[in-house]
């Protein structure tokens, strides 16, 4: 590890030694490589506070699969437990890492080994908008009430940053070409799991039990909106004209965890695997050698069993600039929709033929999952507090969404018709 690399903060006391990497990519290259690592630095992989359900590291390091060849490079992100035990205690309670390590390492298997079985033709194969899995590791706590040991858990990613690729501003907020790309993104990863779960007939919930289940996910977001909601309130107090808009709030008080259960329950014939911390801080974006803007999307610890509409209300609620929204959401769900059919045709569904779901479903679902979007800003509503635009964003979608009758329940059907 090179002299100048400091190794405190989000490194904390993790042993990232040149053993454990040497160790970590003969299990990645397979067994009976000669792995001799050269060279290897070690930083933080995210701003303090960025990051609360992990601690990340981006390491960097050469070594030689064999003596006498040239040097590989490899740049990873190493997600750990995090060293502050309150915060270890919540992650692993909640089973965050263990939920993230099973979707790398038994979803995204299973979703790349359906659609090989079932694309034809080798153009039309899906390019999984994730980074790569480079290693995991899970052990649960175990030991005796005497001697107790704790859990362990590390997930080892391909850093896509040396590749070009970058994060949004949060307080800008998307362009439209960065939402219709993580959008496409999304659409692809719902198309296919929503295909296997119909041409292999098996719940994705049976088959994948450590999803976030509705319950547990329930109670965790119920405690963020309990916490986020006072906290919102006083804002909104000190803003005039707002009065309406609180008031419909802290008449939804006391049904929020009525609302979000429901919301969050799957609703077939739509019901897949989704993200459900779909916003801008867990995507990356770049360009490619085309001019085409390409998203991936990190962090899924909070993978769950639910209805897509679900991951596109919280991105374009809490991601996407006021007029950008109101102009272009109509154009935003046609790219979804299109990219979502299109894709589970090309994997053999024909979703409004074979699941009798279409366009004008999709915008009823959207409508709906506006209020449980809503409801998951609110939880985390001190990340867009003491920026003025991003105080100023919250403030249009409280009000649209008012406007709108979400707050109410009662939603119009030209809610969503295009301005001029």
């Known amino acids: 590890m090179s002299d100048s690399e400091d190794t405190e903060g989000s490194c904390g006391e993790w042993p990232v030694t040149k053993e454990w990497l040497e160790g970590l990519l003969i299990e990645h290259h397979g067994a009976g490589s000669q792995i001799t690592v050269d060279d290897f630095t070690v930083r933080p992989g995210c701003t303090a506070g960025e990051s609360v359900l992990s601690d990340i590291l981006a390491v960097q390091v050469e070594y030689r699969t064999k003596p006498d060849e040239t040097r ?15 915060s270890r205690f919540f992650v692993t309670e909640a089973q965050f890492d263990l939920r993230e390590i099973k979707f790398y390492t038994q979803v995204v298997p299973d979703l790349e080994a359906f659609q090989k079985k079932q694309i034809a033709s080798p153009e039309l194969a899906i390019e999984l908008p994730i980074p790569a899995c480079i290693n995991a590791h899970y052990n649960p706590s175990g030991g005796t009430e005497d001697s107790p040991e ?29 939402a219709e790309a993580a959008l496409s993104a999304v659409a692809c990863l719902h198309a296919l799991s929503l295909t296997l779960k119909v041409k292999e007939g098996r719940s994705l919930s049976d088959r994948y ?7 547990r996910a329930t109670d965790s977001y119920q405690q963020l909106v309990e916490r986020g909601l006072p906290q919102l309130a006083r804002f909104l107090e000190r803003r005039p004209g707002l009065e309406a808009v609180l ?13 979000i259960a429901a919301l969050l329950a799957p609703e077939d014939p739509l019901a897949l695997i989704t993200h459900t911390d779909f916003w801008c801080n867990n995507l990356l974006f770049k360009n490619d050698e085309d001019g085409n803007c390409k998203c991936a999307i990190l962090d899924w610890q909070m993978v769950t069993y639910s209805r897509p509409t679900n991951d596109i209300a919280l991105l374009l609620v809490s991601s996407v600039p006021t007029e950008l929204r109101r102009r272009h959401t109509p154009s935003l769900l046609d790219k979804y929709w299109n990219v979502l059919t299109s894709t589970s045709c090309n994997l053999g569904l024909d979703i409004p033929k074979d699941l009798a779901y279409t366009r004008s479903n999709l915008d009823g679902d959207y409508r709906r999952s506006q209020l449980l979007a809503l409801l998951l800003c609110i939880g985390s509503v001190d990340v867009a507090l003491g920026d003025p635009l991003t105080e100023q964003r919250l403030i249009d979608v409280l009000e649209d969404l008012h406007n709108d009758g979400v707050l109410t329940g009662e939603i119009p059907e030209t809610a969503l018709a295009d301005e001029p």
């Open 72 to 86: 590989c490079e490899l740049s990873v992100i190493v997600k750990l437990l995090p060293q502050d035990p309150y």
């Open 150 to 178: 704790p859990p362990e858990s590390f997930l080892v990613l391909e850093n896509l940053r040396p590749r070009g690729f970058d994060g949004a501003e949060f307080s800008r907020g998307l362009t439209l070409r960065q």
């Open 209 to 215: 039990p450590f999803l976030f289940q509705t319950a």
């Open 247 to 259: 008031e419909a709030l802290l008449a939804l008080r006391p049904r929020t965890k009525e609302i």
